[in-house]
């Protein structure tokens, strides 16, 4: 198939030539007609001899030894003729286009080999294109002895194309054009002049239908020549339309159905599949074999053309009696006329490199990254740098140190004498020590394979891979950004924050001690009889103030956890939201990005697959 | 002239391969696994239908079996040498979905027993009833089933089977097909006027020719008119491809043979149906013919074992690699998951921050916990790793595929839950070993046993980062004290992250374990294949 697409781009520099090439479109002096037309078994009078010795099998026989000396090769052109090209409609041209953006948007995702079928589609398409409209390519396919040959000649009402006993006999394609301006569409083929011919004038004239048929005549697909198989194989890839042609003998075979048939399912409604040789079939057999060879075509997944419906047209002849063969030549002119078959077979082609790229595309799973799996990750790298600890320590520190300033003086008198008998741990020699990873690494790496994880479920494999890509690149250097982020967001700027209430409560506390003392000294005064003797009083004063500072202390307590609170949130939400943004600036937007372009690609295919939306 | 007789030990022998046969098994997805799976398959019906069978009873019926093409007409062919109606023909194809034995009455129990074909269930029609209807028992499998007929007019020692299509649609009737003609003496070899140059039939003569079994071509429907012509060039055909010296037959097409229903005329079969009698009637061509396919089988064998030994080998090879992508993944992550221990990374993050507050700020539960924490996410994370290594590395292999290894029963929840187990049980036996500690010392006002677990932890997991640690755990037991319980929890550190990276991988590992390849198949093919060469 490369090579064809070969051949045509070095065709292109040639196709100014083509109108300057003389050609008859008349065709005045037709080389030889036939002089034997007997050849041409329609309506032969020796059908209805009985018995089996020269019945159906000696006219076969008969219709085989007439070959070689009739060569009808295409005559060179007079007159310079247009070629009208090939236009696709807007739909199918939407959808190459599609297809070539989403070639272009896929390289960088996807190797070659998983690319190459669509890009051989684009190239067909646009070498169709370039060629006539005017014309419909129809290759005749079959296996080997299914009469594809003689159907050939029958069409063309010439025997063009060598049949015979000898299997296999078609060794190399044969192409017959109805009409003129079909030579590069021709070429294209890989057909050399000395293989293409004409129909016989009278039945080309009385075939004013058939205009703009080219008919190509095909080697088998099933012999143990492996050459003709690949001349089949690279043939079918560009033609426009395929008639199979099939006998009662191989109809079922498994090679037709399995290689041919139901890969090519989505061509339905540039296929006909012909019974030939039902002149071999007695009595209603025929119909039989006819409904079991639908019935295997439906089983190859083949939409079949009934009622007027698009699809696959299933038709019974015989090529040698020329029954059936009228409606197949109707069939075939109706089918030219419409001109369509070019751009429903590359529309074919399409859906099925759209069908084969739909693995690496559409997924049946919701994608994208949920408004869940983007918390988890922030509070995974909180966790990591963490943010809940600080904030704990900040909350319980501020409390400490709220309860020291509003303490009674003895208390903070015992705590200090308690606190220089105790061993020193952690926190104070800590201080000296330099912040190095700060940020716990495993914890980092498990939050980006997470997150990916997440963001590529259900993604195609290519896709997902980068989507992981993305992450991984985006969360080198995060645990030293981290790390310099707890140092820089630690804990709020300057002084911890005190409410309006804490001097007053200071004030009460050194009050109460001042009661205390006040009332010691006036007992004391009473004791050394500097004073008057007044118990009541004093006392009173030393209770209240030995009352009220436990009292004080327990309240400002209780009044402090709402502000400490406050504190410690407030230095775990700026930690946290620090390293949100940085896991945010280099983890999530890159996976984003790139499920962005996932998304984008997806609508491509939508586009391409027709759907519009490209929803799947 | 070769002969054929019972050979206890060449039997021995041959049974003894066929077990090692049975026993290759090819699961991973290779290249060339598809096809040795067939090929084990293939070999041991010959040896289950054919090979044994026929060592072990030499004056068994030959069997003749007709093969060929969809529409080549074998039933025709069938029906017209038995000169009755037993194999159903028609111009549908496939037609014949049931494969039919026809033999001579006499014969019947060398055929109804399951002497010969063991895996197809015997169907017995009695003669009144038309053999087109349906007669399987709902249940049965119809492509697993053989239809036994006899009839007179056949000589006794001679059996015919019509088989299915060897290129059918359905795949289950080409299997069958192939499975029937391995089971043959003669190969009938049926091809028409319109197929003769098809590939399909051509493959099954040249593995006739492989296999040197004694093989007969029929030509069939052919135009009277073109017989010589076809039949000339069949024979070039045939000649060039070696095959020259093969009795070849030619029926001419009829009326009858197009509507199959009809028998044709015993003319048209005659040759190919004297040869048939000759082969089965002279005892010295009998012989022959026997011989000649089974030493043909047995000889074939000297090929096709080691070409199933080199796929046992490939496949033990791509397992090797599997396992290996595996071991060395979680090894990896092993020693890093050491060094990390090492260099204190548990203690970061929210540990750090605990323990920078600890113990003014944090109780050392708290501290315990998120070490605990800590510690089981750089497992997990280190699991993770090392899945995700294994993972891209079995993506370039082909092997990986295999819908075992594929459907990974592990998620990596259950992974979180089993590490924070085995963690978790750690840090109870430390909590236990610092109670010990503590109980044993006789010093004024014993510590908290919590704190000293805290402090512990601390210093295992914290690396340089918890010098301190060290010595507050110290002061608090002694430095003897603290030396030998940081001794011990690390030893029982080591010994959990060691057994929750081995559980795991073991736990990777084992799909691929299920899947049973073993080195040893390979030794032992070729092994019982000498034993075999030796006896012959």
């Known amino acids: 198939m490369t090579a064809a697409t070969d051949q045509d781009h070095t065709e292109h520099p040639e196709r100014p030539e083509h109108p300057e090439r003389p050609e008859h479109p008349e065709r005045p002096e037709h080389p030889e007609r036939p002089e034997r037309s007997d050849h041409d078994a329609e309506g032969s009078p020796r059908g209805d001899v009985s018995p089996w010795d020269d019945g159906l099998i000696a006219r076969r026989v008969n219709g085989s030894t007439g070959e070689e000396q009739y060569r009808v090769t295409e005559p060179r052109a007079s007159t310079p003729q247009k070629v009208t090209p090939l236009t696709y409609g807007p739909q199918l041209g939407s959808r190459l286009d599609a297809l070539r953006e989403l070639v272009g948007q896929s390289r960088a995702r996807l190797d070659n080999r998983t690319l190459a079928q669509a890009g051989r589609v684009l190239d067909e398409a646009a070498a169709r294109r370039g060629l006539s409209g005017q014309h419909t390519v129809v290759a005749l396919a079959g296996a080997t002895g299914s009469g594809k040959s003689q159907l050939f000649n029958a069409l063309a009402g010439v025997p063009i194309s060598e049949t015979g006993v000898r299997r296999p006999t078609t060794a190399a394609p044969i192409a017959c054009s109805w009409s003129d301006g079909a030579a590069s569409l021709i070429e294209r083929l890989g057909i050399p002049p000395r293989l293409r011919r004409r129909p016989l004038q009278a039945t080309a004239d009385a075939d004013e239908r058939l205009r703009g048929l080219v008919l190509v005549d095909l080697p088998d697909h099933d012999s143990a020549a492996v050459q003709h198989r690949e001349q089949v194989d690279r043939v079918l890839g560009l033609v426009d339309a395929v008639i199979w042609v099939v006998d009662p003998e191989k109809y079922a075979d498994a090679m037709l159905h399995e290689r041919y048939l139901r890969p090519m399912a989505a061509h339905a409604e540039v296929m006909f599949v012909v019974l030939n040789q039902i002149d071999r079939l007695p009595g209603d057999a025929a119909e039989q074999v006819l409904d079991d060879l639908r019935r295997l075509l439906d089983e190859d997944g083949i939409v079949l053309g009934e009622y007027g419906e698009p699809g696959t047209a299933v038709l019974a002849l015989s090529a040698l009696t020329g029954d059936g063969v009228g409606e197949l030549r109707e069939a075939l002119g109706r089918f030219v006329a419409e001109r369509g078959a070019p751009a429903r077979r590359i529309s074919a082609d399409v859906d099925i490199a759209a069908a084969r790229l739909r693995p690496v595309y559409a997924t049946r799973r919701r994608t994208g990254l949920s408004e869940e799996a983007r918390e988890e990750f922030s509070d995974r790298l909180a966790d990591a740098v963490g943010a809940t600890a600080a904030g704990e320590a900040a909350e319980r520190a501020w409390l400490r140190n709220a309860n020291r300033a509003c303490g009674t003086p003895w208390l903070r008198l015992w705590r200090w004498c308690q606190e220089r008998g105790e061993p020193s741990t952690g926190r104070v020699a800590l201080r000296g020590q330099t912040d190095e990873e700060v940020t716990a690494r495993q914890r980092v790496e498990q939050a980006v394979r997470t997150v990916a994880d997440r963001a590529s479920a259900g993604l195609p494999v290519p896709w997902a891979q980068a989507v992981r890509e993305a992450a991984v690149r985006g969360s080198q250097g995060l645990p030293e950004a981290l790390d310099e982020l707890a140092v820089r967001a630690g804990l709020p700027p300057g002084r911890p924050p005190r409410p309006g209430w804490w001097p007053v409560a200071v004030f009460a506390q050194v009050s109460m001690t001042a009661l205390q003392f006040v009332g010691g000294l006036w007992l004391l005064g009473q004791i050394i009889g500097v004073m008057a003797p007044n118990l009541g009083v004093p006392v009173l004063l030393m209770v209240i103030g030995i009352v009220g500072g436990p009292l004080i202390e327990w309240s400002c307590r209780m009044a402090a956890r709402g502000p400490a609170r406050r504190y410690g949130l407030e230095a775990e939400r700026r930690l946290r939201e620090a390293a949100a943004g940085c896991g945010r600036a280099r983890v999530l937007d890159p996976v984003a990005a790139e499920l962005l372009r996932y998304r984008e690609v997806r609508e491509q295919y939508g586009r391409v697959v027709g759907v519009g939306t490209g929803g799947s | ?536």
Request: charged content about 25%; some cysteine; proline content about 7%.
């Open chain 2, 1 to 536: 002239m070769v002969t054929l007789d019972v050979r206890p030990q060449l039997l021995d022998a041959l049974s003894a391969l066929r077990d090692r046969v049975a026993a290759a098994r090819f699961p991973l997805p290779l290249a060339g696994a598809a096809r040795a799976r067939a090929n084990r398959d293939e070999l041991l019906a010959q040896l289950d239908d054919y090979l044994v069978p026929r060592l072990r009873d030499p004056e068994a019926p030959l069997l003749a079996v007709v093969g060929g093409s969809t529409g080549a007409g074998k039933s025709t062919l069938v029906n017209s040498l038995v000169g009755r109606r037993v194999s159903e023909a028609g111009v549908l194809r496939p037609t014949t979905r049931t494969p039919v034995l026809v033999c001579h009455p006499e014969d019947h129990h060398w055929f109804s027993g399951m002497r010969v074909l063991p895996d197809l269930t015997r169907v017995w029609v009695p003669h009144h009833q038309d053999p087109a209807d349906d007669l399987l028992l709902p249940g049965e499998d119809p492509a697993r089933v053989l239809r036994v007929e006899t009839a007179d007019t056949l000589p006794p020692g001679l059996a015919l089977l019509d088989a299915p299509d060897i290129d059918s649609l359905v795949s289950d009737n080409r299997v069958l097909a192939a499975e029937l003609i391995n089971a043959a003496d003669i190969w009938i070899m049926v091809t028409t006027a319109a197929r003769y140059a098809d590939a399909v039939p051509w493959h099954m003569l040249r593995t006739a020719k492989e296999y040197d079994v004694s093989l007969v071509t029929v030509l069939d429907r052919v135009p009277h008119q073109v017989v010589s012509e076809v039949s000339r060039q069949y024979g070039a055909l045939l000649t060039k491809a070696g095959l020259g010296h093969v009795p070849r037959f030619t029926v001419p097409e009829l009326p009858e043979s197009a509507w199959g229903g009809g028998l044709l005329p015993a003319t048209a079969v005659a040759a190919l149906r004297t040869w048939l009698v000759h082969q089965t009637l002279d005892p010295a061509a009998r012989q022959h013919v026997m011989a000649r396919t089974a030493y043909g089988v047995l000889d074939s064998l000297n090929a096709r074992l080691p070409e199933l030994a080199g796929a046992a080998a490939a496949q033990y090879a791509a397992a090797l690699r599997l396992t290996a992508a595996i071991e060395s993944a979680y090894d990896n992550e092993h020693s890093r998951v050491r060094g990390r221990l090492q260099a204190g990374a548990v203690l970061a993050g929210d540990a750090l921050k605990r323990w920078r507050a600890f113990p003014l700020d944090c109780t050392p539960g708290e501290l315990l916990d998120t070490l605990v924490e800590s510690l089981s996410a750089l497992l997990l994370c280190a699991v993770a790793a090392a899945d995700e290594r294994v993972d891209d590395a079995w993506r370039r292999e082909p092997a990986a595929d295999a819908p075992e290894l594929a459907a990974r029963a592990a998620a990596p929840e259950s992974a979180e839950h089993r590490i924070g187990l085995a963690v978790r049980r750690w840090r109870r036996e430390l909590e236990e070993y610092a109670e010990d500690e503590v109980r044993e010392l006789d010093r004024g006002p014993a510590p908290d046993p919590e704190m000293v677990a805290a402090l512990v932890a601390t210093v295992l997991l914290g690396g340089r980062r918890a010098r301190t640690a060290g010595e507050g755990l110290a002061e608090r037991i002694g430095a003897h004290g603290a030396l030998r319980l940081r001794d011990r929890g690390g030893r029982l550190l080591v010994e959990h992250v060691d057994r929750v990276m081995h559980a795991e991988r073991e736990r990777r590992l084992a799909p691929l374990d299920a899947l049973e390849v073993h080195a040893e198949p390979q030794p032992e093919l070729i092994a019982a294949l000498s034993v075999l060469q030796k006896e012959r």
